[in-house]
Every structure is written in structure tokens, then in C-alpha cells.
């Protein structure tokens, strides 16, 4: 209690014990008429009683045993206890943030994932054991170093970008044979940013054979189906007018499996495909094969335009742009009623790239199915697909093939009014036409 009265009243006590001493010594000196000298004289002690304190604050301070402070010296006790609290305080908070620190430290370098820390110039601060495992660092050597020479080919490239927020999915590695990986990149602060890099190894086998399955099941059915479909062919409806119904079904029926296994295999192919063929895909002429193939279809039902505003070629595979294309093309004259109109057009963009589009005047797609609708057998109408020989894969085979082409699928809809789908091409995707120089 009393010393808690010493340590809140420091001041006050100390400059009262001043003014005693002094009155002392004043009094003390007055019957020899030498008050001077004893205040002098007092003044010299509390001088020396300051220093005193001073030296002690300051061996206290520089000393390596941290004691609690010397008490009841006033002033002087005050200061070093105000200090203790402050360094003890202190003491406690950073040993909370060392094992916090040490604490997430554990936890990233237990994770399964590599975790790299890198700054913006992309040179290594911090990486967990994954890391070391799945890019071949080593503790030792490689901080500081920049992060290139550890990535695979297409991840450098990826990083690269900028921004790359959009995540690498399935590189092989280059320092383990058999180890795909996945890269994310995620800025967290305006000078680091966090690469997580992930073992898809098993998710890609397992992909892989998926894949394998589709692709060898469509092949296996695809012999047996011929022949049936020759049988078929060859039986003629005339010698039992009684089955001719079942025959012409029989056969429809024939022509969907057929047509089934055929797009599986090609969405096989393309998905096996890593590039596509680098070819000149003369637009004029796949443009006039396309309207032709749409008047087939239409069989006069349809009113059917053409519309080239780009002169441009395309760069890339032309068995497979031709059979987008077509799907799209087929898609509108089958999903729009008789007498509609079919537009298919070549037009330039703003950014100097191209968009083929196909615009029809038919049923339209609700907005809720848009999002799904390039997904395998995604029907908006099973049964109007089906009616009309479609296989539910159209659509799918378009994402792919634009995808090989670094194009991507637009699709404008309205239920009722009609339906726009576009391909649209990069200005890298595109060739000057035959003749002519880029600039011309
Ligand atoms: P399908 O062989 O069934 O046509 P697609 O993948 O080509 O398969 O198309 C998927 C679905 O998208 C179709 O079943 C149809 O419902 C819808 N669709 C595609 N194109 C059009 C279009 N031009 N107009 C309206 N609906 C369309």
C-alpha cells in the first residue's frame, strides 16, 4: 500500500524529501550561522545520492539478468519500473508472435502442397519440404535464387504473364519423370506473392484413363456397328412392306450410334491433341462449303446468308475448324422452325482479331442452360435433340476445337427471338489472305 503511495506520488515525494533536506541543512547550519554552507553541503550529498541512482538505473538497464527494479528511490525507481513493464510487455508479445510464427511455419511446411514465397521480381524468400520435393529446391542453396530455373517449360511462360491469377492445370515436370503438376499464383501483398504448386499425378492418370475408356469403347463399337449398318442398308423394305416401319427406325436408330461413336472418337482426338496443325484455313472457300451444306440441310425450309467483312484467313487445323463450324452451323438449321432465317458471317473485331458466328431466328436457349450447354450430352430438349439427329456431343466438340485454337465459344440466346453462337480469334489466330501481305 505504501509503496504503491511512493511509486504514483514519485514526483511529489522526491521533490518533498528535496525540500526537507534543504530545510534541514538550513536549520541545522543556523546556530553557527553556517546555513550556506550545510545547504551547500546537502546539495553536494543529493547530488552525489543522484549519481548514485543514475549509475545504479544504468547497470540495472545493461544488466544480462533481467531483475525486477531496485524500489523506494523516488523519481529514479519510477523510471526503471515504467521501463520493466514496458520491456516486460514487450518480452511477452514477441515471444507470442515467435510461436505464432513458428506455429504457421509448421502448419505450411506440413502441408501436402509446395508452397513457394517469392517477391514481385519472382526470387525465392521462403519454400515449404513440398516444394523441395515437387521443384527440386534445396534449403540451402536456392533462397534468394529467382524461381524460373524451376519451373517446367509452360509454367515459366505462365508466370510470366501478366496478371497470371488464371491457374496452370496439369504441367509435366521436368524434374521427376511421371509427376504432373498444377501451378496458382496468388498475389497477397504489393511485394510478395504465394506459388502453390499441387501433385495432380493420380487426378491426371485417373483423367487419363477415363479418356483411354471413351476412347477404346468407341473404337470396339464402331466395327460392330458398320456391319450392322451395311446389314441394314442392304435389306430392302419392298420384300416385307410389313417391317418397313421397324426397318426405317432400325435404321435411323443405326445412324445415331454411328454418328455417337463418331463424335466421341473425334472429342477423344482433340482431347489427345496438344496443338493443333498449323495450317492455312482458306475462310472464303470454307465459308462457301458451309452455306452449301446448310442448304442441304434446310432443304429450302430456311432463308440462309452469307456475310464476309474480313478478308483474313485463319491459322490452325482445318478438318477440325470445318467440323466446329458445321456443328454450329448444323445446330441452327436444326433448332429453327421453317422459314426462319440462318445468317453465317466472317467479321473482323475492334481488337483486330475475327469472329465466325452462325445467327438463327429459331427456338432460342433459356439463360439458365447457357452455362452448361458445351458439356457432353447437355440438352436443353432430349427430345428435340433427338428428333432432329442429334448426338448432344455438338457442342462439346466447338469448346474443344476452340480451345485448341486458343478461341473461345459466345453465345447470345433468347428464348423465342433466336440464338447467336460466335467463335471468336485472337489477331495472332489470323493470316492475310492468299496474295496479299499482312499490311496490305
Ligand atoms: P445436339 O446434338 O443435341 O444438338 P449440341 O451439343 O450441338 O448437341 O447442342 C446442345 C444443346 O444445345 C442442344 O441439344 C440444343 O438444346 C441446344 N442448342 C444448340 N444450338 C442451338 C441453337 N442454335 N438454337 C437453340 N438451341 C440450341
Partial sequence: MQLEFLRSHAWQVSVGR??????????????????IYSVLVALFGYSLWSLANLYRLQSWLRSRRWRPPPEDRGVWSDISSHVYTKVRTERSQKRRLIALLRAFREAAAALPDGVVVLTKGRSIVWFNEAATRLLGLNSLR?????????????????????????PLRDVPSTHSENLRLSFRLIPYSPEHMLLVVRDVTPLARLEQV????????SHELRTPLTVLHGYLEMLEPEASPQLAPVLADLRGQSRRMTQIVEDLLT??????????????????ALLTSLRREAEGLSQGRHSIHLV?????DLRGSTDYLHSAFSNLVSNAVRYTPEGGRIEISWQATKDGGARFSVADTGYGIPAEHLPR??????????????????TGLGLSIVKH???????????????????????????????????????A
Fill in 210 to 217: 477415363r479418356r483411354d475408356f471413351v476412347a477404346n469403347v
Fill in 267 to 284: 472429342l477423344s482426338r482433340l482431347e489427345a491433341q496438344q496443338a493443333p496443325a498449323q495450317d492455312r484455313v482458306p475462310m472464303r
Fill in 308 to 312: 464476309r467483312t474480313c478478308e483474313a
Fill in 142 to 166: 536456392d533462397r534468394r535464387k529467382h524461381v524460373d530455373p524451376f519451373l517446367p517449360a509452360l509454367a515459366k511462360a505462365w508466370i510470366t504473364q501478366e496478371p497470371a491469377q488464371e
Fill in 401 to 439: 476445337v476452340l480451345q485448341l485454337h486458343e478461341a473461345h465459344l459466345d453465345i447470345e440466346s433468347e428464348v423465342g427471338v433466336g440464338s447467336t453462337f460466335s467463335c471468336v480469334f485472337s489477331r495472332e489466330r489470323l493470316l492475310a489472305p492468299q496474295g496479299m501481305t499482312e499490311d
Fill in 18 to 35: 528535496y525540500v526537507v533536506l534543504l530545510a534541514a541543512a538550513f536549520v541545522i547550519g543556523l546556530p553557527w550561522h553556517l546555513e
Fill in 373 to 390: 450447354i458445351t458439356e457432353r450430352f447437355y440438352r436443353v430438349s432430349t427430345s428435340r435433340s433427338r428428333e432432329t439427329g442429334g
